[in-house]
């Protein structure tokens, strides 16, 4: 095999690898796609329908991703008739997904785009408010919780799931020396379908991780080199590679 101080393995899903694909590019690394997530739509229950086409009853709309924006307006069928003033995405790309539907969201998470730094966002006293949390299957409960604290009703509706992808093969032939993890369940994933032994990843690559929240969870899986991104970005995962190779 081998080995290039540039390569950079992508784990984001397939359909949301682009972006990131080209800032590594352009900044002069090697990417390889490598998904270990599937964004799989649920089944459109009847609890599903009838939740989202009354979206006009609740104060505040959570988007917790842009795939939840995605699959939640495919089984609405765009039907987005009056949207609440309190609609919220949980950092800027699912906000640029909510724009391109014609939805503005009233507050969008700041840096590092994550439940602890939204909940800094809204009103400590939440009472005689209602709130709709749309999500994936699985994930954490944080925001939940912490808005029933404040006094919210709080419903949440899980809008698509996360699988291990059909087709995890790839085709090239270095190891890499960096692995873009955005996601508890996308590192999980990754050492159940691994391009390389895990005693290998675990010592040899340098893991780009969200959060210091997903690093304290790679450490504990026995990952050696860690770096947190500058933010729950594209952008961050690539500005904190560049610095690590600038050391």
């Keep these: 095999m081998q080995s290039n101080e540039k390569t950079v393995l992508v784990t984001r899903p397939a359909h949301q690898s682009d972006h990131l694909c080209g800032l590594l ?14 964004i799989q739509a649920v089944e459109n229950t009847a ?13 505040y709309l959570i988007f917790i991703s842009a795939n939840a924006v995605i699959q939640a307006d ?18 800027p790309k699912t906000a640029d997904t909510l724009d391109q539907l014609g939805l503005k969201p009233a507050i969008t998470a700041a840096k590092p785009f994550n439940s602890e730094r ?24 944080l925001l939940a919780e912490q808005l029933q604290k404040r006094g919210m009703t709080v419903d949440t509706l899980d809008v698509y799931q996360r699988t291990l992808p059909n087709n995890y093969k790839t085709s090239h032939n270095k190891k890499p ?5 955005t996601s508890q369940l996308a590192l999980d994933n990754l ?7 895990i005693g290998e990843l675990k010592q040899q690559c ?23 991104s500058h933010g729950a970005s594209d952008k961050g995962l ?10």
């Excluded at 050492?191 to 032994?197: D, G, Q, T, V």
């Design 25 to 38: 590019t352009a900044a002069g690394f090697t990417p390889i796609r490598y998904p270990t997530i599937a």
């Design 47 to 59: 609890h599903i329908s009838n939740t989202l086409y009354q979206h006009s009853n609740y104060d």
């Design 74 to 91: 495919r089984l609405i069928d765009h039907q987005w008739q009056k949207t609440p003033s309190g609609m919220i995405a949980i950092g």
């Design 118 to 141: 939204l909940l800094t966002q809204l009103p400590s006293d939440l009472k005689q408010k209602k709130g709709l949390i749309i999500k994936g299957k699985g994930g954490r409960t």
């Design 177 to 181: 020396a960096y692995i873009t993890i």
């Design 191 to 197: 050492f159940l379908i691994p391009p390389r032994p």
């Design 206 to 228: 340098t893991f780009v991780v969200f959060s210091e929240r997903l690093a304290r969870y790679a450490s504990s899986l026995d990952c050696q080199h860690l770096l947190i």
């Design 238 to 247: 690539v500005s904190a590679i560049n610095q690590d190779k600038k050391r």
